[in-house]
């Protein structure tokens, strides 16, 4: 099966964030790691955190839900930045987002030049236009247009740093 680079790992690790210890996401769901949702059975286990080498390991276990709807729902060859970028946008939106867009369409006709505007659009919560949605989607239009790699410019913007708490 094919997985995301590591600088397409890195983005998604950019954008999500860290955090040692369980938080509550802005959608309400505990949170630790790199944006893993921790269930119900897991609570016990992450009680004392997590270290950010457990949390990259966890984040690729659970980016391969990603990788696997990437894989399923595009039928068209795609390079590893077009690759890291659905997989970074399925990671953040769910699958069901990626299979019912226009964006899936437009990719799966080779329409790549569509691709940016429509992977913009995708930049609001709750009726509002929030910036750290923007400048991912803006991340990830860089990482699809970049051809065979994750470009630098890519690597360097937006979402370095960032850390929960």
Not at 21 to 46: D, K, M, N, S, W
Not at 53 to 81: F, M, Q, W
Not at 134 to 161: F, I, L, P, Q
């Amino acid at each position: 099966m094919r997985h995301i680079t590591e600088a397409g790992l890195d983005l998604i690790k950019r954008f999500e964030g860290f955090s040692p210890t369980i938080y509550i996401c802005p959608a309400g769901y505990p949170t630790i790691g790199y944006g893993h949702v921790v269930l119900a059975h897991e609570r016990e286990q992450f009680a004392a955190g997590i270290t950010q080498e457990d949390a990259t390991e966890l984040l690729r276990k659970d980016v391969r839900i990603a990788e696997r709807a990437v894989l399923r729902l595009i039928s068209v060859p795609l390079t590893e930045g077009q690759f890291a970028a659905l997989v970074s946008f399925t990671f953040n939106l769910g699958a069901g987002s990626l299979q019912r867009s226009t964006l899936r369409q437009q990719v799966n006709r080779g329409e790549h030049e569509s691709v940016p505007a429509e992977l913009m659009k995708w930049v609001w919560a709750a009726g509002k236009r929030l910036p750290g949605l923007a400048r991912r989607r803006r991340a990830e239009v860089s990482a699809y247009s970049s051809g065979s790699h994750v470009s630098a410019a890519m690597r360097k913007d937006d979402g370095a740093g960032m850390q929960k708490r």
